[in-house]
């Protein structure tokens, strides 16, 4: 136990400071403090001792230098279980700091925003609270750091049931999440900085990237049972975010269903209409629109009921009685929607092994689900990472360009549409049947795009669905004519496809062979 009879406080964010400092000051404990904070304490008639006072050195250049200083890092560095560092400090006249509360210029904020210049955010840049950060956290068995007013009511709460003393586990808990809270904060600015080119101009990637992530939680193994495994959050995760969800049922999330209930919850987020998204090892099995969730499920199902077994659900609509009672006669790993009626929890409150994940919709429409998604994504490789902007592309009718001398109608231009965002979240080379809708074929993952169109009209033979007057995206150009034969043949009538391919004319040229209507978007949407 560490007993804590002075407490130096001094931070920027004064959200419940006074009410910490009103605990404290009823415990007998004294409070020296610095500036703006002083000043508040003193307004609210908190006894304070400014640490200019303390030190018997003034506040100089600005502010910059005001607990740089032997009397604040010594309380808060020295020992009190040698007796050389007591002898020195007593010598020095160097009184015990056994408290600091200390958060930090606001740097992420400030850099944050569109107009911040380069002088304003040097200026945001802490370098007294860091140092004594470092120096009470080194410390912790007798010095207690705190770092976010969240802390705050355990502490006080700790204090008062135990007269003015914290348990080494708090102690040390509170070190931990101070050094964390200076790496983060130093990790910012050196992103911050090294996105600066010589000529002055911001890059988007800088020139060191300082990864930050905080862990939820130890998985039981990674992909395969012999990996070992853990989940990690961003510091700051997007609305409507995976790591934002709640889980309300069911075991323990492994590695692979967290993948996986990734892929679907991302795909599901990119339809404005209602929307039923199947996953089972990454890929969209089964994708479909309908006016409620028991007819978007039912038709996403009928893609591939065999792949489907076992698989991740999302719904970016509410789940409802009637969709419940469906979806519980199905194996599934995890069901992911924004919200669940009453009588459908109780519905899957009987297959306990189901991991039901409910993650809130951001508000604000299409801009919110844009801020909700990954701003880039990364793939680690040997000793590196790759770092790219997210696919998030949305295509308009206005962007596309028929070059066939058939015309889609009205509504196979919106299943063209469709098919083109579901194929977006198939692995590569990526082929998608689809019609009223709804999937029909899902071709992915092969290293011939023929092969990926041969794959998808089987599974849509499989699961007896006919591809007459089909649409059908491909993710890619085809390189030659052979692609469009088979789908041809399989009764697709329409084609949307990226271009750009050298035998684009001689693509073309059979599309009007075979009678097809054929679009081109500019856009490719490879996904490894």
């Known amino acids: 136990m560490a007993i804590i009879k ?11 400071i006074v009410k910490l400092a009103q605990s404290l000051h009823k415990l007998n404990i004294e409070i020296l403090s610095t500036g703006g904070t002083a000043k508040l304490f003193r307004e609210n008639n908190i006894p304070v001792i400014e640490v200019s006072d303390y030190t018997g ?15 604040v890092h010594g309380g808060l560095l020295g020992r009190r279980d040698l007796p050389e560092h007591v002898k020195t400090m ?22 944050a925003k569109p107009d911040c ?37 355990a502490v006080v709460e700790e204090l008062n049931a135990n007269n003015s003393e914290l348990t080494q586990k708090t102690m040390f808990s509170l070190s931990v999440a101070a050094f964390n809270r200076v790496s983060n904060y130093d990790g910012a600015i050196s992103d911050y900085l090294s996105s600066f080119n010589e000529d002055g101009t911001r890059s988007a990637y800088p020139a060191q990237m300082n990864t930050r992530f905080t862990k939820v939680q130890d998985l039981r193994y990674g992909e395969n049972p012999h990996q070992t495994a853990a989940f990690y959050q961003d510091q700051h995760p997007a609305p409507g975010a995976l790591v934002t969800a709640e889980q309300i049922q069911g075991k323990e999330l492994s590695y692979n269903n967290i993948a996986d209930a990734d892929a679907a919850w991302e795909a599901v987020k990119a339809f404005d209409s ?20 028991l007819e978007a499920y039912s038709k996403a199902f009928k893609t591939d009921p065999t792949s489907a077994f076992g698989g991740i659900i999302a719904f970016n609509m509410p789940v409802d009685k009637a969709a419940a009672e469906v979806i519980a ?16 929890l109780e519905i899957f409150s009987a297959k306990k092994n189901v991991r039901v994940l409910k993650i809130a919709l951001p508000t604000g429409g299409n801009t919110a689900w844009e801020q909700g998604r990954n701003s880039h994504d990364t793939k680690r490789v040997g000793s590196g990472i790759l770092v790219q902007t997210s696919d998030i592309h949305e295509l308009q009718i206005a962007d596309l360009t028929i070059v066939t001398k058939k015309q889609p109608t009205p509504s196979q231009m919106q299943d063209l549409l469709f098919a083109w965002n579901v194929a977006k979240y198939v692995k590569s080379n990526a082929i998608v049947f689809c019609g009223d809708g709804m999937t029909l074929g899902v071709g992915a993952g092969q290293m011939s795009r023929v092969d990926s169109t041969k794959i998808a009209a089987i599974k849509a033979e499989h699961a007896g669905l006919s591809l007459k007057d089909s649409v059908v995206a491909s993710d890619a150009f085809f390189p030659f004519r052979d692609g469009v034969d088979v789908l041809a043949d399989a009764g697709a009538i329409c084609v949307i496809q990226p271009g750009g391919s050298m035998r684009d004319d001689e693509v073309i040229a059979a599309a009007d062979e075979r009678g097809l209507a054929m679009v081109m978007t500019g856009i490719r949407h490879f996904r490894h």
């Open 329 to 344: 006669q199905q194996f599934l790993e995890v069901l992911i929607a924004p919200e669940y009626t009453a009588e459908a």
């Open 117 to 153: 210049k380069l002088e304003d955010a040097i200026e945001n840049i802490d370098i007294g609270g860091p140092a004594m950060l470092r120096s009470a956290a080194k410390n912790w068995k007798d010095v207690a750091v705190l770092t976010d007013a969240s802390q705050y009511a």
């Open 57 to 71: 050195f003034p506040e100089m250049l600005d502010g910059r230098v005001k607990t740089l200083h032997p009397k």
């Open 6 to 16: 002075r407490a130096l406080i001094s931070v920027s964010d004064k959200t419940g």
């Open 274 to 293: 209602n929307a039923c998204v199947i996953v089972k090892h990454a890929n969209p099995c089964g994708v479909a629109l309908g006016a409620t969730a």
């Open 90 to 111: 007593q010598e020095s006249d160097i009184p015990n700091i056994d408290m600091l509360v200390v958060n930090l210029y606001p740097f992420e904020a400030t850099v």
